[in-house]
């Protein structure tokens, strides 16, 4: 009995990691660089000559740009960071004429500047890579398919810990280096998957959550509420106690409206304030912002009332989210690392990084399980050994030079092209599938040295663009010497020096053509 | 201790089957009361015949392997995906209605719906540690049922 449950758990586990393993590949590489969006955005930043205004000046910016833009009442932001990033003090969104930004500003002489604004895409396009795996197109595809990518996952890993507990004591903290390849892959990919189990269960759990949430919603509302969810979420929205009134009304400063906000957590760092029906007596006004000591979903914030200064809600306020809101704020802030700071971001990088690795290593093993032996040169694989070799090295080495490149062509691009944000998609499906391309047309060995390489040379590329940048000003490039922008380079170079050492090893391994191609097959007959 | 019994070709038996239909050649496997089963392959078995040893040779199986694991992927996986959603739901609306709070309990319907995922993928993830997909689909399909009468009798007697 027991050892059949492991026989069947066994294929479980390799079916479903092998199916998913490389979309998770990209997922947890784009999630892990995700984490750091924020720098990254500051990275990318060009520089912003905008003024800002100071936080006492705001209330004459809001009053001056409803008087000349009406329509950007409806709903506009005001930024309080002065970070690189930050576009301008205040910024609307005009979904109608294809997302287009507005910003204002205070010029010295007193006038209002009104300018349209093209902040990078860069970030959210990595974040989209997270998202869907890389699907293109409508998003809400690609996060379909994670979805059930997700679910795969999360078969992936009980099957995997069925698998490994008889002998879990013996096995875990045991990394047989030196011995067979198949050995180092296998303790590798087992210390690796239980030391960081409980962070891929909280992944998989939430990440069926994210791609399924409306038609779980739609099937409880249906079969558990009777058709009678819509007014119960419309009584939970954090709007809820907002009544519209198209009459108007003056509004109160914002430095009013946060020294309020401050008197209820002075902890709290307010980071924005999103303005809905300003001027009229039904306005609102969300202030969002971070508190590391709680748990948070993204940024945590309240709804008050800019005409009275009230603080309608704070169900999504750090420190005063109830029974219910917590924990789900709980689950979230566990899936974004929103909770605890840098420091917790620092492991989540780590660890999306080490998720990367341990679905490469899977890969690696299902592929070495079923090489045939490499001391004999003429052995020729398996086709589908041959295929998942290749496959694998293109889609892992190619994602990661994918991003690095179009990171880079961010500021190589700007003001040289019209459209950045389409250029850094073509260029990231252009990299990734030509790399997946040239590990199918070349022996997938020498392939997985070449792209180690591409890999590692783009991810440099970020660092030497920078120190390009500031050596040569006239090239029209700009460096961002704030902490976090620099650090973004900093962590490219260790990656590239990381990369650049994966490249030797796996050169120095390389003994033998262990997956060649037999004379007068390529991959383009009979597969 | 027994030795074992030689085999002995039966007389063919010229009596009716257990349909009535032909005259059976059969093997005496099978008899009931003066009737007995077509012999398999029999070319003018009738299909009550044919049906009936089908029956009889899947619950022999059934009894052989009894103790063994099967694979049964399909069995299996769909019974996980399957009732595994439906209990899913069945068991988040059980905590819906009889959960602290109530149905109505401010902002609860979020983690309501949370509770789907983890209920869902475990019994995606531990399905196949039912000996067949058809045991799986009777022990799942009764929790289902079980779960699915409790929420409808808490939509109808607490609203």
Known sequence: MRTEVIRIYKTVHTWAGILTGLVLFIAFYAGAITVFKEPLERWIAPPNHSIRAPLTQMHELITQTLSARPDAGKEFTLHLGDEEHVPARLTWQKKTDGDVFWSTAIAQDGSLQIARIHPSGLARFVDMIHRTGGIPGNSEIGEHFMGVVAMLYGVALISGLIVLLPSLARNFLALRLGTKLKRIWLDAHNLIGVASFPFHLVMALSAVVFAFHDHLYDIQDAVVYAGKLKPIMKADSPFSAVKQDPQPAAMLPPDMLLARVKSLSPAFEPVMMQYRDAGTRGASVRVSGNDPRYMLRGKGFLVMSPVSGEILNTDYFPGRQDLWNAPVSAIFALHFASFGGDTVRWCYFFLGLAGAFLFYSGNRLWIETRSRDGRDKSAVQRRSTRFMAALTVGVCFGCISGISLTIVAGKWLHGHVADVDAWHKGIYYAVFLGSIAWAFLRDSQKAAVELLFLAAATTAAIPLTTLLAWVLPSLGMWVNDSPAAIGVDVVALAGALALLRMMRYRARNNVGNRYPLPVGEGWGEGI | ?159
């Not at chain 2, 009889?56 to 063994?68: D, P, R, W």
Request: charged share 15%.
């Open chain 2, 1 to 159: 201790m027994l030795a074992p019994t030689p085999y002995r070709p039966v007389k063919p038996y010229e009596g009716r089957c257990i349909h009535g239909a032909e005259p059976a050649a059969v093997d005496g496997a099978f008899q009931f009361g003066n009737r007995r089963i077509h012999r398999t392959g029999s070319a003018h078995a009738c299909l009550h015949c044919r049906a009936l040893r089908g029956l009889i040779a899947f619950m022999a199986e059934g009894v052989l392997n009894m103790g063994k694991t099967r694979y049964d992927w399909f069995g299996k996986g769909s019974a996980g995906v399957l009732c595994g959603l439906g209990l899913a739901v069945a068991v988040s609306g059980l905590f819906a209605w009889l959960g602290p709070g109530g149905l109505y309990a401010p902002n609860k319907f979020q983690l309501n719906m949370w509770l789907m995922s983890p209920i869902w993928l475990g019994v995606i993830s531990f399905c196949f540690l039912f000996r067949s997909g058809l045991r799986a689909w009777l022990w799942l399909g009764g929790a289902n049922a079980l779960a699915f009468v409790g929420l409808y009798a808490c939509r109808h007697f607490l609203s």
